[in-house]
């Protein structure tokens, strides 16, 4: 079965500085990965998406992940933090034969000026 | 193109009580999955429907049903209601199978449901 796991439930950055959120995989077959971003009271937000093209992604807001098998890591960053960048971010896993969207337990990124 | 629209965006219920969420996929999608959200569990995958059809359903009691209609409109319900069911109901669209885009979900703002 798929799944993915977020390491870290919470993450504190500086305002500027460097985002690393973690997010390792299990699948069998090549998977669609997703990273999701989630505001108070408001529904989830796609940020990017990895389906097997190129296998660093860049996505909205200055987000960028990269897909390494080797690691069965999607890892996702962003070169320096906003204070608006302050949410809750999942990964999430595709399953190719159903398109059921599995989801992480959820990173809450605190942002600091 | 207008997103997901779910209605009621908050809701009140009493123990024993039954609900119904709602929720209007973005024009031209066919496939509705609703999803439940607590602090505990995280995002857990209730069902998925897919023109009027269930396809996928998640590890939940019979309590939780749902249903799409032929415009792809999907309504779920809650019987019974616990404690336990105060959350965030999530719904989220997504396009035709075979499009490529399937597995990119877009969600709804969400139903915040609190059980007293």
């Known amino acids: 079965a798929q799944s993915v796991t977020q390491l870290g439930s919470h993450v504190s950055v500086s305002e500027g500085a460097l985002v690393l959120l973690r997010c390792n995989y299990s699948?069998?077959?090549?998977?669609?990965l997703f990273w999701y971003v989630q505001y108070p009271n408001q529904g989830l937000q796609l940020l990017l998406k990895?389906?097997?093209?190129?296998?660093l992604v860049k996505g909205i807001n200055g987000f960028e992940a990269e897909f390494k098998k080797s690691e069965t890591s999607f890892h996702l960053t962003k070169p320096s933090a906003h204070m608006s960048d302050a949410a809750e971010y999942f990964c999430?896993?595709?399953?190719?034969?159903?398109?059921?969207?599995?989801f992480g337990t959820g990173t809450r990124l605190q942002v600091f000026p | 193109k207008a997103g997901v629209t779910q209605t009621p965006r908050y809701l009140i219920k009493t123990r024993g009580q039954q609900v119904t969420l709602s929720c209007s996929p973005i024009?031209?999608?066919?496939?509705v999955s609703w999803y439940q959200q607590t602090p505990g569990q995280g995002l857990q995958f209730l069902f998925e429907?897919?023109?009027?059809?269930?396809?996928n359903k998640g590890n939940f009691p019979g309590r939780f049903s749902g249903r799409q209609f032929s415009n792809s409109r999907s309504e779920m319900n809650v019987s019974t209601l616990e404690l336990g069911d105060s959350a965030l109901y999530l719904c989220?669209?997504?396009?035709?199978?075979?499009?490529?885009?399937?597995?990119?979900?877009?969600f709804g703002q969400g139903t915040r449901l609190t059980v007293v």
């Open positions: 989220a669209s997504s396009g035709s199978p075979g499009t490529g885009e399937r597995g990119e979900a877009f």
């Open positions: 699948s069998s077959v090549p998977p669609y």
């Open positions: 990895y389906t097997s093209a190129a296998t």
């Open positions: 999430a896993v595709s399953d190719r034969r159903t398109d059921k969207l599995i």
């Open positions: 024009s031209g999608h066919r496939s």
């Open positions: 429907y897919f023109s009027e059809t269930q396809r």
